[in-house]
């Protein structure tokens, strides 16, 4: 069964303090690894696309990374404005058709001034 | 683009009664979604469209729930009788074809059944 596993399910940081979020997933063939960050109240909104182990994807203070079984969102030096619910979601081949997308439950990213 | 446009954005009803979402993509997005998020299981696909016509339904919990696509700017999600269970928010999504995969959301609705 394809399934997606986000740890911590929440992180309290201070401003600057930088950590990493982790996505395991496993997944019958993967066609793509998707991080979108949600705020409260709010649709999620899309940050990244990995489709290949090795593959690395940067926006402002957000690096994601890709291995075979996993995913990390690091984020450097961050600021309150970062402080949301980060979800990952993986999407599988199927033949050839658009898979579904599955997503983790997400980290609650929480940033103190 | 506006984005994906969902209404109402609130809904409370009473246990029994029909609860009807509606949905408008973004304009030339091929893919619409509907899904649920819940504390408890997060964020779950119900049923997604490609060109109007329903492709995968088989997250919809049962025969209660029912989604239709009349035209390509227009999905309705319909809960008919709604149950206090169906609580939860309730997104819908767009997404172009041709390798363009990445999913777009709505505000949500949130809905809550007494």
């Known amino acids: 069964e394809d399934q997606v596993t986000q740890s911590p399910e929440a992180l309290r940081l201070q401003e600057g303090e930088s950590s990493s979020l982790n996505c395991s997933y496993t997944?019958?063939?993967?066609?793509?690894l998707f991080w979108y960050r949600q705020d409260p109240g709010k649709g999620p909104e899309f940050l990244f696309t990995l489709y290949s182990a090795g593959e690395e994807k940067e926006k402002e203070r957000l690096k994601a990374t890709l291995t075979k079984k996993e995913s990390f969102l690091h984020i450097t030096a961050p600021k309150p404005e970062d402080s949301a619910t980060y979800l990952c979601?993986?999407?599988?081949?199927?033949?050839?058709?658009?898979?579904?997308?599955?997503f983790g439950k997400g980290t609650k990213l929480s940033v103190k001034p | 683009d506006a984005g994906v446009i969902q209404s109402p954005r609130h809904e409370v009803t009473e246990m029994g009664q029909e609860v009807t979402l509606r949905c408008k993509p973004i304009s030339g997005h091929d893919y619409l979604f509907w899904y649920r998020q819940t504390m408890m299981r997060g964020l779950e696909l119900l049923i997604y469209?490609?060109?109007?016509?329903?492709?995968?339904d088989s997250g919809m919990p049962e025969d209660r729930f029912s989604a239709k696509m009349p035209n390509a700017s227009f999905s309705t999600l319909k809960i008919q009788p709604s149950e206090p269970r169906d609580s939860a928010v309730y997104f819908c999504?767009?997404?172009?074809?041709?390798?363009?995969?990445?999913?777009?959301f709505g505000p949500g609705t949130r809905l809550l059944v007494l």
């Open positions: 979601a993986v999407q599988a081949h199927y033949g050839g058709s658009q898979g579904n997308l599955i």
């Open positions: 469209f490609n060109n109007n016509v329903p492709i995968d």
């Open positions: 999504a767009s997404s172009l074809f041709s390798g363009h995969e990445t999913q777009y």
């Open positions: 997944v019958s063939g993967l066609r793509g």
